[in-house]
């Protein structure tokens, strides 16, 4: 189990302690004095204000975003909540479903000039909330106990408070919570890479080229997601040298990378060994260089950038046909699971070339490749 599966079990059990928490000691207690007596009205009565409770706060912490983000000097490009997005494209905003990163919605923005304050727009969702703990005392301090609202604003801000939880942890879940960021964000250079990334990310976002990636002479775990863009585009123009020394620049800071991203720098230049060297010198940088970590991301990584360096090595190195039929069934589920189309005609380019390889290898007619779009 990775560290950050192993976190978020135990931050979602914080939240079931606080879920649990509301509907013994507030929900619960309602029930009874509200006079609520038929199984109808009781239920009806907690469903609806906790599916409101989940609105009501989910809305607030994408507030919270778009006014810490103008606030902190950013532009904002696309709000999402639940998949419902209104979004700016070059001819406009517009208003449709599109996936996100995050637990219940994402802001996306850019920014307007150099000197940002990207705190603020982290920060955001924690004031909204805080302000909305204020209202909730104030109503159940100033409404009778047979009133509806006097119960139902604590619940609201008790599941204010339980999303908030996840959202301030300050490590990374199975999402980049705001509270991994702040952390992050101390770092000047950080700062600096994170607006490069969401220039970055816009630009992916609206299916725009992405050009003049700007480098970073220090490596850390935000400079090495900027670094990764980079390096996808020398390997789209097979401009391997330059790669390479872009690896090996990242390979002497691994200690400051986390592992699922320089596990995804690290299938690269495996890829490029299978393709200019000898299969001994993939081999013996599979077994030597990699660590058992790296090789166990790499063989189940669900991105397709790295499935076609585990599909080469697969195929030329260990001539494992289950595994090579593993990475190939995986592929479709990939390409969808990428949350833009950025690259997406250049890596089906690049893993056909490598399925192509491999099927032309003794053995492997049976190896078919589903399609891929």
């Given at each position: 189990?990775?560290?950050?599966?192993?976190?978020?079990?135990?931050?979602?059990?914080?939240?079931?302690?606080?879920?649990?928490?509301?509907?013994?000691?507030?929900?619960?207690?309602?029930?009874?004095?509200?006079?609520?007596?038929?199984?109808?009205?009781?239920?009806?009565?907690?469903?609806?204000?906790?599916?409101?409770?989940?609105?009501?706060?989910?809305?607030?912490?994408?507030?919270?975003?778009?006014?810490?983000?103008?606030?902190?000097?950013?532009?904002?490009?696309?709000?999402?909540?639940?998949?419902?997005?209104?979004?700016?494209?070059?001819?406009?905003?517009?208003?449709?479903?599109?996936?996100?990163?995050?637990?219940?919605?994402?802001?996306?923005?850019?920014?307007?000039?150099?000197?940002?304050?990207?705190?603020?727009?982290?920060?955001?969702?924690?004031?909204?909330?805080?302000?909305?703990?204020?209202?909730?005392?104030?109503?159940?301090?100033?409404?009778?106990?047979?009133?509806?609202?006097?119960?139902?604003?604590?619940?609201?801000?008790?599941?204010?408070?339980?999303?908030?939880?996840?959202?301030?942890?300050?490590?990374?879940?199975?999402?980049?919570?705001?509270?991994?960021?702040?952390?992050?964000?101390?770092?000047?250079?950080?700062?600096?890479?994170?607006?490069?990334?969401?220039?970055?990310?816009?630009?992916?976002?609206?299916?725009?080229?992405?050009?003049?990636?700007?480098?970073?002479?220090?490596?850390?775990?935000?400079?090495?997601?900027?670094?990764?863009?980079?390096?996808?585009?020398?390997?789209?123009?097979?401009?391997?040298?330059?790669?390479?020394?872009?690896?090996?620049?990242?390979?002497?800071?691994?200690?400051?990378?986390?592992?699922?991203?320089?596990?995804?720098?690290?299938?690269?230049?495996?890829?490029?060994?299978?393709?200019?060297?000898?299969?001994?010198?993939?081999?013996?940088?599979?077994?030597?260089?990699l660590t058992q970590a790296d090789r166990k991301f790499i063989s189940n990584d669900l991105t397709i950038e790295t499935m076609?360096?585990?599909?080469?090595?697969?195929?030329?190195?260990?001539?494992?046909?289950?595994?090579?039929?593993?990475?190939?069934?995986?592929?479709?589920?990939?390409?969808?699971?990428?949350?833009?189309?950025?690259?997406?005609?250049?890596?089906?380019?690049?893993?056909?070339?490598?399925?192509?390889?491999?099927?032309?290898?003794?053995?492997?007619?049976?190896?078919?490749?589903?399609?891929?779009?």
């Amino acid at each position: 189990m990775k560290k950050e599966d192993f976190l978020s079990i135990l931050v979602y059990l914080v939240m079931l302690v606080i879920a649990l928490f509301i509907g013994l000691q507030i929900i619960e207690p309602s029930l009874e004095k509200l006079d609520l007596v038929s199984n109808v009205e009781r239920y009806g009565f907690a469903t609806v204000t906790i599916i409101a409770g989940i609105l009501i706060n989910v809305i607030l912490f994408e507030v919270g975003h778009v006014l810490g983000a103008i606030i902190g000097g950013y532009s904002v490009i696309s709000v999402n909540i639940f998949g419902f997005a209104y979004y700016k494209t070059k001819t406009g905003w517009k208003f449709g479903l599109r996936r996100f990163e995050g637990l219940t919605g994402e802001t996306k923005i850019i920014a307007k000039k150099e000197k940002t304050k990207p705190r603020l727009f982290l920060f955001g969702p924690t004031i909204m909330v805080l302000i909305e703990f204020a209202a909730a005392i104030t109503i159940f301090l100033l409404t009778a106990e047979n009133v509806a609202i006097h119960h139902q604003a604590l619940i609201v801000a008790g599941v204010g408070a339980m999303l908030l939880v996840y959202n301030i942890m300050p490590f990374k879940l199975d999402n980049f919570t705001d509270g991994y960021y702040i952390v992050l964000l101390s770092k000047k250079v950080n700062v600096e890479a994170y607006n490069e990334l969401i220039r970055i990310e816009s630009l992916v976002y609206n299916n725009e080229p992405v050009t003049d990636i700007k480098k970073f002479d220090e490596v850390t775990t935000m400079t090495a997601r900027v670094s990764l863009y980079e390096l996808y585009q020398l390997i789209d123009k097979n401009a391997f040298n330059e790669a390479i020394t872009l690896i090996e620049k990242l390979e002497k800071h691994e200690d400051k990378v986390e592992l699922e991203f320089i596990a995804r720098v690290k299938a690269q230049k495996l890829y490029i060994y299978l393709l200019t060297k000898a299969q001994e010198a993939s081999e013996t940088y599979w077994f030597k260089e990699l660590t058992q970590a790296d090789r166990k991301f790499i063989s189940n990584d669900l991105t397709i950038e790295t499935m076609r360096a585990y599909l080469l090595y697969s195929g030329i190195v260990t001539k494992s046909q289950s595994e090579c039929a593993f990475v190939i069934k995986r592929a479709p589920k990939a390409l969808k699971n990428n949350l833009n189309d950025y690259r997406k005609e250049e890596e089906i380019n690049l893993f056909t070339d490598a399925f192509n390889r491999v099927k032309a290898l003794d053995g492997n007619d049976m190896l078919e490749l589903p399609p891929l779009k």
